[in-house]
């Protein structure tokens, strides 16, 4: 499975945009950018997804780097209901049913 | 919506006890996942089903096994518990038929404490 690198944490005021950053330098063509949340005892949560174009949903939006090698996921309002951790995960479009790889993700901390 | 529904919630159990989780699909979904998730950990996959077929397997104890029944739920059954075994346990689902989505929904998830 292809690495992800993400921060430790990251802090952000509520109604602020937050930028999280994921690097995934050694990507393959195939491979699909997942994000998913876990809020505080609470079971992890899609978030949104995306191969080479930007993607927007009412959740957030993915920006993906024309090389591929890193993506951003926009929270464009944080409120506090967003802490969370966030985990930035690589799935190989040809393999229905893989498994979800969670690596170190963000602890996102919103504050009021 | 109809989510991932897990029993029990909370379980308590003693070393070298049996406990069964159970997991109940989202409707016409045909695969099931099982992760575990210790204290201050991420999850980890430890194994998945497709139309009632084992379909990838992770680092699970052999003391642990599962399966998929014809309605498509889920069991995990954990023999010879260990303390080490404590941990949130997170089954999801997905629809092969929605393609390249995959997005897997997870249910609650199971506490389990081994005392």
């Known amino acids: 499975d292809a690495k992800t690198t993400q921060p430790n944490s990251m802090e952000s005021n509520e109604e602020e945009p937050v930028h999280l950053p994921c690097n995934h330098s050694?990507?393959?063509?195939?491979?699909?950018i997942h994000w998913y949340r876990q809020l505080p005892s609470q079971g992890p949560e899609y978030v949104i997804h995306?191969?080479?174009s930007n993607v927007n949903n009412r959740m957030a939006s993915l920006a993906i780097a024309e090389d591929r090698k890193s993506s951003t996921l926009i929270l464009h309002r944080a409120t506090l209901r967003d802490a969370a951790v966030y985990y930035c995960?690589?799935?190989?479009?040809?393999?229905?049913?893989?498994?979800?790889?969670f690596g170190a993700g963000t602890i996102l901390r919103v504050k009021s | 919506a109809a989510g991932v529904i897990q029993s029990p919630r909370h379980l308590i159990k003693e070393k070298r006890e049996t406990a069964t989780l159970k997991c109940y699909p989202i409707?016409?979904?045909?695969?099931v996942y099982w992760y575990q998730q210790g204290p201050g950990q991420d999850p980890q996959f430890l194994i998945s089903?497709?139309?009632?077929?084992?379909?990838d397997k992770g680092s699970i104890p052999d003391r642990f096994s599962a399966q998929q029944f014809s309605d498509y739920h889920s069991e995990l059954n954990m023999s010879s518990l260990e303390l080490g075994d404590s941990a949130l346990y997170f089954c999801?689902?997905?629809?092969?038929?929605?393609?390249?989505?995959?997005?897997?929904?997870f249910g609650a998830g199971t506490r389990l404490s081994v005392l």
């Open positions: 999801a689902s997905s629809d092969y038929r929605v393609g390249d989505k995959n997005i897997q929904y």
């Open positions: 050694t990507i393959s063509g195939t491979d699909y």
């Open positions: 995306g191969l080479t």
């Open positions: 995960i690589l799935r190989d479009v040809g393999e229905y049913g893989n498994k979800l790889v």
């Open positions: 409707p016409r979904h045909d695969t």
């Open positions: 089903f497709y139309e009632k077929m084992q379909s």
